[in-house]
């Protein structure tokens, strides 16, 4: 990570079998620069092993969903523009796991909003 930051390079933080879980990627402190670059990739092998059509949800990954929200939250808390991209592969249909990330974020903004003030 320090190599990154060295020289303003984004880490990319990537859902994938062989990678960090998100917990163990924000224990490093993976803003390297001004952005962060998410990847929720998945399991490709496993996914094919069920469907090559990319139409539904095939895997609930809601758990691993609302951890990666709560990870971006922190980094965009820092001031830190924060992109994410998300395949097929990470539950079997983007679209739709694009507008679940989108309404896990609205609902704890909701929550947040509507939490009494201190």
């Known amino acids: 990570m320090e190599l990154l930051r ?6 990319a933080l990537i859902d994938h079998p062989y990678m960090c879980s ?5 224990a490093l402190d993976p803003i390297t620069t001004e952005f962060s670059y ?3 990739l998945g399991d490709r092998r496993a996914i094919e092993e069920k469907t090559v059509v990319w139409n539904e949800v ?9 951890a990666w929200v709560d990870i971006c939250r922190a980094v965009v808390k820092r001031g830190v ?3 994410v991209y998300i395949n097929n ?3 079997g249909y983007a679209p739709a796991t694009a507008q679940d990330f989108r309404d896990l974020w609205i609902a704890e903004e909701t929550t947040a909003d509507q ?3 201190q």
């Not at 998100?22 to 924000?26: A, D």
């Open 58 to 66: 095939i895997e609930d990954r809601s758990k691993e969903l609302r």
């Open 115 to 117: 939490s009494p003030s």
């Open 22 to 26: 998100p917990r163990e990627l924000i």
């Open 81 to 83: 523009s924060t992109h």
């Open 38 to 40: 998410v990847r929720l």
């Open 89 to 91: 592969h990470y539950s």
């Open 6 to 11: 060295r020289n303003g390079a984004a880490a």
